[in-house]
């Protein structure tokens, strides 16, 4: 397998001004506007990673027939660059990120990627779009690294030939407009995001698409996020959303053991990493929607809140289900929710100390 690559340079001759820049960056949202530039690689069946190259960021051009669009095998990840207070730009964890791109990988009998390949692409990226990386706090430039089936032609008997690997980039603020404000969820009895055996743990897109009926449901019955729970029993909980779930029992935290069905999250690894260091217990195992309900009645269980990249820590205020509804702790943001938000925030902008070496230096 391919361990180096070269990577060729081709700068975007229409990169937007200065005064353009800063328009969007005052204001970026999240995932709406994109930097100059974007990475692609190609894989071809027995000649293997080829073609590394930093090019401008325009739209694709691929057959009706690509494979993608019809069997889709995909799959992509996610993470950010920080302008940490000593103005270095930074990402978190990015070697996680690639390790997971490459068990997603297999599972979507796509191509690994080698980790160093994967490292640099973002590292190359970030460096030549480091103006869109923000000044403002709290603010970042979001990552999107992905990898699509090129074949063209129809066919369900075999993987894809071909991939193209890719990296775009687009300025982000907070992921909730509201801030650190405690989201509503919803119970989904309904519908299941994913099986033993299946792609749970993988980030393909279809985990995704798959999902959208049931956030919508839950928007429906005024809810922010809603809440996954097994395949079987639709009783033990697993995710919320695209995000691992953690629930505080004053000094301990517990958060559902990955099975295969759940998405082994890089902010959930980072903090079981953080908690015993924060005077925190940390355990994976189970929590059934009725061990939830009682603990918040009894006071037992204080506080629960969600892990991702893109939120980073949301506090869980209330439940929803078509039976049942109850409120977590005092239905706010709980100190324990907080403490560790601020701490992982606080390691990735430079104002705390990286004693896990996580943070990696791109400029």
């Not at 353009?20 to 069946?45: C, K, N, Y």
């Not at 775009?168 to 603020?173: F, V």
């Not at 919508?216 to 909980?237: I, S």
Request: net charge negative; with cysteine; charged share 20%.
């Amino acid at each position: 397998m391919t361990t180096h690559l070269s990577f060729d340079v081709h700068l975007n001759e229409r990169a937007r001004s200065a005064a353009e820049r800063e328009q969007v960056l005052a204001s970026p949202g999240f995932g709406q506007t994109f930097t100059d530039h974007m990475i692609a690689v190609d894989w071809t069946e027995g000649r293997g990673w080829h073609d590394a190259r930093l090019e401008p960021y325009a739209p694709l051009v691929l057959d009706p027939a690509t494979a993608v669009f019809h069997y889709a095998q995909e799959l992509f990840e996610g993470l950010k660059a920080y302008r940490q207070t000593n103005g270095s730009i930074v990402s978190f964890r990015p070697h996680a990120n690639a390790a997971r791109f490459n068990q997603s990988a297999a599972r979507m009998a796509m191509p690994e990627l080698p980790e160093d390949v994967f490292v640099e692409s973002l590292d190359l990226l970030v460096r030549t779009d480091r103006d869109w990386v923000p000044t403002t706090e709290g603010h970042s430039l979001y990552l999107r690294p992905f990898m699509i089936a090129t074949q063209v032609g129809l066919g369900v008997n075999h993987p894809s030939g071909t991939y193209r690997y890719m990296v775009i980039a687009s300025p982000a603020a907070s992921y909730f407009t509201s801030g650190l404000k405690p989201v509503t969820v919803w119970l989904s009895t309904e519908y299941t995001r994913a099986a033993p055996g299946g792609t749970g743990f993988a980030k393909c897109g279809g985990n995704y698409a798959a999902a959208f009926v049931a956030q919508r449901q839950a928007v429906e019955q005024g809810c922010d996020q809603v809440v996954w729970l097994d395949a079987f029993e639709h009783r033990w909980v697993e995710e919320m959303g695209g995000m691992n779930l953690f629930f505080v029992f004053g000094d301990r935290l517990l958060t559902p053991a990955l099975t295969g069905t759940l998405l082994p999250g890089i902010t959930r690894d980072s903090i079981l990493s953080l908690a015993e260091e924060l005077g925190l217990r940390a355990e994976e195992g189970k929590i059934s929607i009725e061990e939830w309900q009682a603990g918040c009645e009894t006071g037992e269980l204080t506080e629960v809140f969600a892990c991702g990249t893109a939120a980073v820590v949301t506090p869980v205020g209330a439940v929803k289900g078509s039976d049942r509804e109850w409120v977590v702790g005092d239905g706010g943001t709980g100190p324990v929710t907080r403490r560790i938000r601020e701490e992982l925030v606080g390691i990735q902008y430079g104002a705390r100390p990286d004693t896990h070496n996580w943070v990696h230096k791109v400029c």
